[in-house]
């Protein structure tokens, strides 16, 4: 925004120092969601909810056919 703002006014050096910041902090935010992505594919994964008895009783009567 501030790189259009600039480019209009006729700033050229603000308008390319904003753009480098934005560019940088673009591919930041993108390594940073690759990593994220990444590492989720290699979390083990966990049950968020506690498992009762009664949810293991169901998931028994499903196995067994009834």
Do not use: H, Y
């Amino acid at each position: 925004m501030i790189a259009l703002i600039a480019a209009v006014l006729g700033f050229g050096g603000i308008l390319e120092t904003s753009a480098k910041i934005a560019e940088t902090i673009c591919f930041v935010f993108l390594a940073l969601c690759a990593v994220s992505l990444l590492l989720s594919l290699f979390e083990e994964e966990t049950n968020p909810l506690p498992v009762t008895t009664e949810d293991q009783d169901l998931r028994t009567m499903r196995a067994q056919g009834s």
